[in-house]
């Protein structure tokens, strides 16, 4: 099982990124799949989740708004759309999967928002 994310890098603020993370190992279709991230000093916290049944969402009130989370089950990835990009925003990212009492992490990619 992996999940490898993608994407993240430097950004100014106001400006937008789009994080994926592929799996492999599973077949996504059957997972709930969340983004979280961790500032630095800062516990990790939830960025957005989607179910896998119907693919409702679910966004921290800090990125309302500005993100959105999405799902391509053909190519077994997930996507985080960042846009109006803050410097708070400055976190390691990670994807995750979770079905039943399966639950997968990926490594993390960076994302900075500075000028």
């Known amino acids: 099982v992996q999940l490898q994310a993608s994407g993240g890098g430097l950004v100014q603020p106001g400006g937008s990124l789009r994080l994926s993370c592929t799996v492999s190992g599973f077949t996504l279709d059957y997972y709930a799949i969340g983004w979280f991230r961790q500032a630095p000093g800062k516990e990790r916290e939830g960025v957005s989740c989607?179910?896998?049944?119907?693919?409702?969402?679910d966004y921290a009130d800090s990125v309302k708004g500005r993100f959105t989370i999405s799902r391509d089950n053909a190519k077994n990835t997930m996507y985080l759309q960042m846009s109006s990009l803050k410097p708070e925003d400055t976190a390691v990212y990670y994807c995750?999967?979770?079905?039943?009492?399966?639950?997968?992490w990926g490594a993390g990619t960076l994302v900075t928002v500075s000028s």
């Open positions: 989607m179910s896998s049944n119907d693919g409702g969402t």
């Open positions: 995750t999967s979770r079905s039943g009492g399966r639950e997968y």
